[in-house]
């Protein structure tokens, strides 16, 4: 059983920079992959970013380049930086976690309970 919280969002200006964290609970922490999702009003979830042993760091194309994911197995935590912020990029964000092929697919058990970042123009 994991169970994951997030923090780190809140409103900033186009531009700007925002650093989101997971805090995930459980032992075997290290053996997760790790994923970020994302919401906006009216449409559905979207894959931002994951994090596995096996396949190392994707991004979906619209965040390459100014999103990093990275994990830190010590605080078993997660992170996602997120720079050059647009306001297409407006949505409640949710951190993921499981086997690779489930964070990549969102097929996974494992959610937080979301936060909300809002970028004005």
């Known amino acids: 059983q994991v169970q994951l919280v997030e923090s780190g969002g809140g409103l900033v200006q186009a531009g700007g920079s925002l650093r989101l964290s997971c805090a995930a609970s459980g032992r075997t922490f290290s053996a997760y992959a790790m994923g970020w999702f994302r919401q906006a009003p009216g449409k559905e979830r979207e894959f931002v970013a994951a994090?596995?042993?096996?396949?190392?760091?994707t991004y979906t194309d619209s965040v390459k380049g100014r999103f990093t994911i990275s994990r830190d197995n010590a605080k078993n935590t997660f992170y996602l930086q997120m720079n050059s912020l647009k306001p297409e990029d407006t949505a409640v964000y949710y951190c993921a976690a499981g086997s690779a092929e489930t964070v990549l697919t969102g097929n996974t058990r494992y959610w937080g309970q979301g936060t909300q970042v809002t970028v004005s123009s």
């Open positions: 994090i596995s042993w096996s396949r190392g760091s």
